[in-house]
């Protein structure tokens, strides 16, 4: 006779809803429907127009899609959602209910649907992908430290999170897990045509703390190598800053920027022209992009800042340089050659391997917290 399925609920950004976590929190959805009795409640409306950057916060790879199995019910500044949202899942009787944390904006619903959940005997576990935000503030930490309060466990991705955590709540139950490799990703078809000996690829939401600025200065030490870069994503200001920037060190011939949320396909593109992704952070607690490179067997370049290293074997699956150096990035890249970065392709196989969703939804409920204190090592 079977074990019975634990009863879940999951609330967070799910497809067609754009983004990082939006991703993650799908391929949760859709791992844990496969393991347990699962309610999962996402959003009717994620941000107000006015108050999001971007041109829109829905994936143009899915208009008109809903995911199977989800509940669209959470309008971020309508509390009754909120109430009807509690609701639903509290006659659902889940033993436990996840939930994402990655930004302020949602303090007061979640702080409202936490506390309800726990005041019911329900185990709320928290998934931090930013305990802190990139840009932080007093009130933010206040009012973060408020909502997590309310939860029994977290999990994180990386040991910068975990730390960050325990200085908010010293006593807070957490575990570790490497991000997971994205699988749902399409295939590249290889339409996009080379344009140099070594194409570089910036990918994702353009924001100061990603150290775009100091790839560009970089790129003036290497105007006269055989490389390309390309620019992946939609600035979050200061766009015209850096195309004037291109223009003036002349370089507008060494650089490609693409300002837009491009749809799967042309990720997948993109990154199977790319010979190396690179991640020159400023600060940083983990990042998508990196298994979103592993997933196509792309090496790296990330700093040595927040948990960006837990996951780069250095000369194996990528290259660790000091963070703010645009002259250890002119160095890594020069010694760089495509038979090196093709060598590098068995290591990120097996990094591939390792690291599943599986894993993670194992992690989450408490069945393995071997990864608690350890970084995920890859032999060979």
């Not at 010694?335 to 992690?363: A, H, P, Q, T």
């Amino acid at each position: 006779m079977s074990a019975q399925k634990k009863r879940l609920a999951l609330i967070g950004p799910i497809l067609p809803f754009r983004g990082g976590i939006s991703q993650h929190t799908t391929m949760l959805h859709r791992t844990l429907k496969q393991q347990a009795d699962l309610l999962t409640i996402s959003f009717s409306r994620q941000y107000p127009a006015w108050l999001y950057p971007g041109e829109s916060d829905r994936d143009p790879s899915y208009e008109g899609y809903t995911e199977s199995g989800v509940n669209y019910i959470i309008d971020s500044i309508n509390p009754l959602t909120w109430y009807r949202a509690a609701k639903i899942c509290l006659e659902h009787r889940p033993d436990m209910v996840i939930i994402p944390w990655w930004t302020v904006f949602w303090a007061p619903c979640f702080w409202y649907l936490a506390r309800k959940f726990r005041k019911a005997g329900i185990e709320v576990v928290f998934f931090c992908h930013n305990v802190v935000e990139h840009e932080s503030a007093a009130w933010k930490t206040f009012l973060t430290r408020k909502v997590l309060k309310e939860g029994m466990r977290f999990v994180v991705h990386t040991r910068e999170d975990k730390s960050n955590l325990l200085a908010l709540l010293p006593y807070a139950d957490v575990t570790i897990f490497p991000h997971p490799i994205y699988e749902q990703f399409p295939e590249p078809r290889g339409v996009l045509k080379r344009r140099a000996g070594l194409e570089l690829l910036f990918f994702g939401f353009v924001r100061p703390y990603k150290g775009l600025d100091i790839l560009i200065d970089a790129m003036r030490d290497l105007h006269d190598q055989d490389i390309y870069l390309t620019i992946a994503g939609e600035f979050w200001g200061g766009e015209e800053e850096t195309r004037r920037e291109i223009v003036q060190s002349g370089l507008k011939d060494k650089i490609e920027i693409r300002s837009e949320y491009l749809p799967e396909q042309e990720v997948a593109e993109l990154f199977h022209r790319a010979d190396i992704v690179v991640l020159p952070y400023r600060t940083a607690t983990g990042s998508g992009i990196v298994p979103l490179a592993y997933h196509y067997i792309k090496p790296v370049i990330v700093t040595q800042v927040g948990g960006l290293p837990d996951v780069v074997i250095n000369g194996k699956t990528g290259f660790i340089i000091p963070p703010c150096s645009p002259e250890s990035l002119v160095k890594i890249i020069k010694m760089i050659s495509i038979e090196n970065l093709l060598g590098m392709r068995s290591s990120i196989s097996e990094f591939k391997e390792k690291m599943g969703w599986d894993g993670l939804v194992k992690n989450i409920l408490g069945e393995d917290k071997m990864l608690n204190n350890e970084k995920v090592e890859i032999s060979g």
